[in-house]
């Protein structure tokens, strides 16, 4: 079975610039997370897919974060302007529930730098 | 909402030695506890966990138990070895929303 894709893997680009983060999650995966991870903490739910539409984004900083999943299987994260403190790594997860029950599955991550 | 604290933040073992993680939570209505296992610059994994129905559960060196009346579960490593060197974290989830709820971590050291 094939795990979650997440491109780029490293992106340096400096503030105020626009970034763009791709992900696609496990085949027949209806749930997707986008998580920020600051370097030495937890992972940051910023906003939940089921299908193509959001269940939760109120940890999303919608004057400058924005997401979408329109056809219910790979999904974008963008950054515009992208500032100092969105240098972090940016995990992308899914999870097949209901029979799940929550277990999420990981992407390897696109690390950004803002300089 | 859900809060979920870990200790201890660091954690230094020798090699051999058995490694505790601890975690509280405070919404009793979380009923799915997962610990994932974080190795540097890697994806988080998931490595085991229990749901609230069941208070103890083991797979080979690892094992969780869970204290729904006090509201915390611990991981336990038997035996540790250096591939055991990680960032460990624990989360608490509602099964019905689908949202895991994630401690700080826990930098597990092992000392050869």
């Known amino acids: 079975e094939a795990g979650v894709a997440q491109s780029p893997r490293y992106k340096i680009i400096e503030k105020r610039q626009s970034v763009a983060f791709w992900c696609n999650p496990i085949?027949?995966?209806?749930?997707l997370y986008w998580y920020q991870q600051i370097l030495g903490q937890g992972p940051k739910l910023l906003i939940q897919?089921?299908?193509?539409?959001?269940?939760?984004d109120s940890q999303l900083p919608k004057d400058r974060f924005s997401a979408e999943r329109l056809k219910g299987v790979d999904s974008t994260l963008k950054i515009q302007p992208a500032k100092l403190e969105d240098s972090a790594v940016y995990l992308c997860?899914?999870?097949?529930?209901?029979?799940?029950?929550?277990?999420?599955?990981f992407g390897a991550g696109t690390r950004l730098s803002v300089l | 909402g859900e809060n979920v604290e870990q200790h201890p933040s660091t954690l230094s073992v020798q090699e051999g030695d058995s490694a505790v993680i601890k975690c509280t939570y405070s919404d009793s209505a979380s009923n799915y506890f997962p610990w994932y296992k974080q190795e540097l610059g890697k994806r988080p994994q998931l490595i085991i966990d229990?749901?609230?129905n069941v208070g103890e559960k083991k797979d080979q060196r690892i094992a969780v138990t869970l204290n729904k009346t006090a509201k915390h579960f611990s991981l336990h490593i038997t035996e540790t070895q250096p591939e055991d060197s990680a960032v460990y974290f624990c989360a608490a989830s509602i099964e019905s929303n689908y949202q895991l709820i994630w401690g700080a971590g826990t930098k597990l050291i092992i000392k050869p």
């Open positions: 229990i749901r609230s």
């Open positions: 085949s027949g995966h209806a749930t």
């Open positions: 997860a899914s999870s097949p529930d209901p029979e799940s029950k929550n277990i999420q599955y």
């Open positions: 897919f089921q299908n193509n539409g959001v269940v939760d």
